[in-house]
């Protein structure tokens, strides 16, 4: 198809044909519009660098060589500094990324010198070098502890795909809970086991040490479900219950909560002739708030003042209890 503009056809055949130029010439592409065509104050592209680059990384100025930015083709400093793209630039002419630039230091490190950073900031710059998408820092961050650690964690998790689902579901657990009877903490039962383990009461073995040979049809004798809230298992894996119960309270800890744990007795529940199940069963403690986090500063100014009373009290109560249990 052939667009025709509205310009006077002063160079016609006269059988009304055009010629192939005249062709060319009428069909037109559509300009780009500029940035002060778009309405915007922007400078036309390409952008120039200078050699020495002033940055502003969420209000953390640094300054580092063009070349260290484009050390690594592939990724996005060096695309935004490559001079197709326009980065905008402050009140002082520093170029600005809207970007928390705590940890934008040990980027740059990296990319002078291949410097990595120490352990206690290796989960905060792995997180900087995903968002600038720079590939050789983040595979080696990933052999570092303790990302090198959470691979391995995740391995034996990937074992149970219903993982996540059952975390979310102790901590909704608890928070209903805890607001249902306006308590800061609430309590859950969760059965943590490795693999079937249904003995009669007067065998006593090693734990994980006893397996059953079974059919199919005898399996589902075995089939039942714990009196508990929710559950974990079985798993073929070297890592037991206490691994799992580690990584139950490392996740649940990593959200905030305060968690306790203690074994509280088996399943118990008859299942067919002289077996039982003995799933170990634990009792988890989930507290919300604690005392002590009012110590931090408040309004008044006399959160220790009320900390003080607050104990004064309680040891006040005691005295009155105790002494009323004496004169009874």
């Known amino acids: 198809?052939?667009?025709?503009?509205?310009?006077?056809?002063?160079?016609?055949?006269?059988?009304?044909?055009m010629s192939s130029s005249d062709a060319e010439d009428d069909f037109l592409e559509p300009a780009t519009p500029t940035a002060t065509q778009a309405g915007h104050a922007l400078p036309l592209l390409p952008q120039e660098f200078p050699e020495v680059v002033p940055l502003n990384i969420g209000g953390a100025h640094f300054t580092t060589r063009l070349s260290t930015l484009r050390r690594y083709e592939d990724t996005m400093l060096a695309a935004m500094f490559s001079g197709r793209h326009y980065i905008p630039t402050d009140a002082e002419g520093r170029y600005f990324i809207d970007r928390d630039g705590t940890?934008?230091?040990d980027v740059l490190n990296f990319l002078r010198s291949g410097d990595l950073p120490p352990r206690e900031r290796v989960r905060a710059v792995y997180k900087e070098a995903q968002y600038y998408a720079i590939g050789p820092l983040l595979e080696q961050l990933e052999n570092m502890q303790p990302l090198k650690g959470e691979k391995v964690r995740q391995a034996?998790?990937?074992?149970?795909?219903?993982?996540?689902?059952?975390?979310?579901?102790?901590?909704?657990?608890?928070?209903?809970?805890?607001?249902?009877?306006?308590?800061?903490?609430?309590?859950?039962?969760v059965c943590v086991f490795k693999e079937e383990m249904p003995i009669t009461p007067y065998e006593c073995p090693l734990l994980n040490s006893l397996r059953f040979e079974r059919s199919d049809s005898d399996g589902q004798l075995f089939e039942h479900h714990c009196e508990v809230d929710v559950s974990f298992g079985p798993w073929e894996a070297?890592?037991?219950?206490?691994?799992?119960?580690?990584?139950?309270v490392t996740d649940l800890s990593a959200q905030g909560l305060i968690v306790d744990h203690q074994c509280i007795g088996v399943c118990?529940?008859?299942?067919?002739?002289?077996?039982?199940?003995?799933?170990?069963?634990?009792?988890?403690?989930?507290?919300?708030?604690?005392?002590?986090?009012?110590?931090?500063?408040?309004?008044?100014?006399?959160?220790?003042?009320?900390?003080?009373?607050?104990?004064?009290?309680?040891?006040?109560?005691?005295?009155?209890?105790?002494?009323?249990?004496?004169?009874?």
């Open 103 to 105: 940890h934008f230091g």
């Open 1 to 17: 198809m052939v667009v025709v503009t509205g310009r006077e056809p002063d160079s016609r055949r006269p059988d009304g044909a």
């Open 156 to 189: 034996f998790l990937g074992l149970m795909p219903y993982y996540k689902d059952h975390l979310e579901r102790i901590v909704e657990i608890a928070r209903l809970r805890a607001v249902q009877r306006k308590a800061r903490f609430a309590k859950l039962k």
């Open 268 to 328: 118990d529940k008859h299942l067919i002739n002289h077996y039982y199940c003995k799933r170990p069963i634990y009792e988890f403690k989930i507290t919300w708030w604690i005392f002590w986090e009012l110590s931090e500063p408040c309004a008044s100014g006399r959160s220790g003042d009320i900390i003080f009373l607050f104990w004064v009290a309680c040891w006040k109560t005691r005295r009155m209890t105790f002494a009323s249990h004496r004169a009874g």
């Open 238 to 248: 070297v890592a037991d219950v206490y691994d799992l119960l580690h990584c139950l």
